[in-house]
């Protein structure tokens, strides 16, 4: 049975000593069960904060704020008990956060560390979880007996982001989160890997969320893209008719900057200027407004509202929703 993710007026702050960051600010978004979502955005978008907080796992000095994060079968995320969600961690959500090459135990082999994990979430087979556990490494391109009798030091940067997709994958998550889970790895090994990624979520139902900064990632792999832009959502919608037709002029920027090649060489252009500072952030126009050639009076005064475009696309641009 595929899981859907229902999110609320998530909200999520760091307290900084400059002041609080809304990197969520105010989210509702739907996950569609058994399909891959892909969140894209520039650096600093809130696309780790929001993974994060689907999990009810924002770090300190980050804070959830407000919001539900209502997952079928388990409730919502952040009111369940400590336990349900300890176990709703791994067990019904695996994920692989950001930089996962860190999140390793440094002083125990791969394979103990898969051990645990089927022991903290009181898996009884733990041959066929260890079976599992090889058969994703080799599947992946690795010496699955040489990663599992390795400590983390002793793998490279790409066979660690490897092994982190494993442990997402390891104890039959019905929900996967990948946090730019291959950064680390070449191009050619980077689509070999996330090829199986897809392979994997197809043979079992799953419902994906992949973070990524590359539109060509989200192009071959997503069913729906969801565009954040300064802690907001910008535009969302089935992949095909979002590149074909992206509404928000961020989306239509980030499309541009995509490096491709047709027939002719066309040249990828980078989207000018830079990402919503501390200030604009609650100053009260469009967040976009300052980069934005489309830009007309009322991006000025007014956040958009992200409104329905049609079924199953939103967008948040007054040049959209509302005409001079
Ligand atoms: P990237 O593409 O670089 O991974 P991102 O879209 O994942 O970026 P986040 O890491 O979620 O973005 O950051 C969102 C905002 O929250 C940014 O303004 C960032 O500076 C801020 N932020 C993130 N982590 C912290 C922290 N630990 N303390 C203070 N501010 C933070
Ligand atoms: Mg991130």
Same mark, same amino acid.
């Given at each position: 049975?595929?899981? #859907?993710?229902?999110?609320? &007026?998530? +909200? ?21 069960? #058994? ?20 999990? &009810? ?9 407000? @919001? ?10 952040? +009111?369940?008990?400590?336990? $349900? ?16 090459? &860190? $999140? /390793? ?14 022991? $903290? ?5 733990? *041959?066929?979880?260890?079976? =599992? ?8 391109? /690795? ?14 940067? @790409?066979?660690?982001? *490897? ?92 499309? =541009?900057?995509?490096? *491709? ?6 040249? !990828? ?42 079924? $199953?696309?939103?967008? !948040? ?8």
């Amino acid at each position: 049975q595929p899981v #859907g993710i229902s999110i609320r &007026n998530l +909200k999520v702050v760091y307290h900084t000593g400059q002041g609080d960051i809304p990197a969520v600010n105010g989210i509702n978004l739907d996950i569609p069960a #058994g399909q891959i979502t892909g969140i894209i955005g520039e650096s600093g978008s809130g696309k780790s904060t929001l993974a994060m907080a689907l999990m &009810n796992a924002v770090p300190h000095p980050g804070q959830i704020v407000s @919001g539900s994060v209502v997952v079928d079968g388990i409730g919502d995320m952040l +009111k369940i008990d400590k336990e $349900s969600r300890r176990q709703a961690r791994g067990r019904h959500i695996g994920f692989v956060f950001q930089a996962a090459q &860190n $999140s /390793l135990n440094p002083l125990r082999r791969i394979g103990h560390q898969v051990l645990d994990l089927g022991r $903290s979430h009181n898996v009884k087979d733990l *041959r066929a979880l260890i079976r =599992r556990a090889k058969d994703l490494l080799t599947r992946m391109g /690795l010496n699955a007996d040489r990663v599992l009798t390795s400590y983390q030091h002793e793998l490279s940067g @790409g066979m660690r982001q *490897r092994v982190g997709i494993m442990f997402a994958l390891v104890l039959d998550a019905q929900v996967v989160i990948l946090d730019e889970p291959t950064t680390a790895l070449d191009m050619i090994s980077q689509a070999a890997v996330l090829q199986i990624v897809r392979q994997i979520h197809v043979e079992r139902g799953l419902t994906t969320i992949l973070i990524t900064h590359d539109m060509g990632v989200v192009a071959d792999l997503a069913d729906n893209v969801v565009v954040m832009y300064g802690g907001e959502l910008a535009e969302a919608g089935p992949t095909e008719q979002v590149l074909a037709h992206p509404a928000h002029p961020y989306t239509q920027g980030l499309i =541009r900057a995509i490096p *491709r090649i047709t027939g002719e060489l066309e040249q !990828a252009v980078a989207l000018p200027g830079s990402p919503p500072d501390a200030v604009t952030f609650f100053q009260p126009g469009c967040l976009f407004a300052a980069r934005c050639p489309l830009r007309f009076a009322p991006c000025e005064l007014t956040r958009p509202v992200y409104e329905r475009l049609g079924p $199953s696309r939103h967008v !948040a641009c007054f040049r959209v929703t509302q005409h001079d």
